[in-house]
């Protein structure tokens, strides 16, 4: 079945860029989104179609897409950034499926 | 103000069957494909299935195919899942989401379904 790779976890100190990868083999040709989710609470979109930014999420959140990865940037990263992360695509097969990222503990300290 | 209530998750045993319901209001129910996703404790989030704004195609994971069943009744704005040979690798928290394009834009807060003897 369809998999997305993430790093398990990445550690910034506050003010610093925050980068976290998603690989996929179909992400050449399937949107990727981005989702945070902070302790005890539903998540949240963040990014969508690789780069787009839904409003009311701070500009310091940025997503990319390149080949077999996709990429969310947190430029300046705050306290308050602190979640877990997960990438979100389409199984490119025509199977409709969707699948999550293995997801990604972000630490601000 | 857009609202997903999910309800119906209690302790059920290997082999039970439960169903799930999701209340939506806020925003036209029928404009919206909608996707079930859960959450087992403490681990990452899984994808579970999706049924088009008119109920017309559904899609499941591997994992759950052939067991659950999604569906869907617009004129009650209400989306289903009917869970069925539950396991206890079913245990989790199960989210509704509204789904207007490609992103799962809206969520509920999840209700909790534990699979144990």
């Known amino acids: 079945s369809y998999e997305l790779t993430q790093p398990p976890s990445v550690s910034v100190s506050p003010g610093q860029t925050a980068r976290i990868t998603c690989s996929g083999d179909a992400l050449p040709k399937k949107y990727a989104y981005w989702y945070q989710q902070k302790s005890g609470q539903a998540p949240v979109l963040v990014i969508y179609e690789d780069s787009k930014r839904p409003s009311g999420i701070p500009e310091r959140f940025s997503g990319s897409s390149s080949g077999t990865m996709a990429t969310l940037t947190i430029s300046g990263a705050q306290v308050e950034d602190e979640a877990d992360y997960y990438c979100?695509?389409?199984?490119?097969?025509?199977?409709?499926?969707?699948?999550f990222g293995t997801g990604t503990k972000v630490t601000v300290l | 103000e857009v609202q997903l209530v999910e309800s119906g998750g209690v302790v059920v045993q290997p082999g039970g069957s439960l169903r799930l319901s999701c209340a939506a209001s806020g925003f036209t129910f029928d404009d919206y494909a909608m996707h079930w996703v859960r959450q087992a404790p403490g681990k990452g989030l899984e994808w579970v299935s999706l049924i088009s704004w008119d109920g017309g195609s559904t899609y499941y994971a591997d994992s759950v195919k052939g067991r659950f069943t999604i569906s869907r009744d617009n004129s009650k704005n209400s989306l289903y899942l009917q869970m069925n040979s539950l396991r206890a690798e079913d245990t989790a928290l199960y989210y509704c989401?509204?789904?207007?394009?490609?992103?799962?834009?809206?969520w509920g807060q999840g209700t909790l379904v534990t699979v144990s003897s």
């Open positions: 979100y695509s389409t199984d490119s097969s025509g199977n409709h499926r969707r699948v």
């Open positions: 989401a509204s789904s207007a394009a490609g992103a799962l834009d809206y």
